[in-house]
């Protein structure tokens, strides 16, 4: 089965920090502590990234000019055009906005939940089945061919499951960028 998350219609939640807001688009599994976890946040300021020790984080942006991270290996511009940047969740990176806000999208695993992996340009390839949970943020309106029956993904949403076992491919109807996210056994 196919979810759909539309992040304009998820109310935002404000930092502590008072730097942004996140709307969280997923929390999975439902019910109990998530292994997995996907936002879309809105950086306002300068400042630090929360930390989580044990989570792996990419971290991709959407829209505006871009954002410079503090990690530990050196300093990271990324950018609208910049591949998704993987980080270990416990550095808790400096982020200094390069040119005003930014909207950015999030996915967060526990360690222990296995490997995740964000991809840009999801309409380029095709999305094996296998992963355990899989997903595509698009910020283009588009469909999601999955067996005979497409599904419409508007802009600015995602789509997932973590019990389909057919291969997906997404099409977008306009030009624009999509991820794959996916989360698979560690091996």
Do not use: K, Y
């Not at 300021?45 to 930390?51: E, L, Q, T, W």
């Not at 906005?97 to 909207?103: A, C, E, N, V, Y």
């Not at 999305?127 to 802009?155: H, N």
């Amino acid at each position: 089965m196919i979810h759909l998350v539309d992040s304009n219609l998820v109310a935002p939640q404000p930092w502590r920090n008072g730097g942004g807001q996140t709307r969280e688009l997923l929390a999975w599994p439902a019910g109990g502590d998530w292994q997995l976890r996907v936002s879309v946040a809105d950086i306002d300021r300068d400042g630090p990234f929360s930390a989580f020790p044990g989570v792996q984080r990419w971290f991709a942006v959407l829209s505006g000019a871009g954002v410079q991270l503090g990690l530990a290996d050196g300093g990271r511009a990324v950018t609208p055009m910049s591949p998704p940047l993987a980080f270990d969740g416990a550095e808790a990176p400096g982020c200094r906005l390069l040119d005003g806000p930014t909207r950015d999208l999030n996915l967060m695993a526990r360690q222990t939940a296995g490997r995740a992996m964000m991809a840009a340009d999801a309409w380029g390839e095709p999305l094996r089945a296998g992963a355990r949970w899989r997903g595509v943020f698009t910020a283009v309106p588009g469909r999601l061919l999955c067996g005979d029956a497409p599904v419409a993904v508007p802009a600015f949403a995602l789509a997932w499951s973590d019990d389909d076992t057919l291969p997906w491919q997404f099409v977008p109807a306009e030009h624009g960028r999509s991820w794959w996210l996916t989360l698979e056994d560690a091996e």
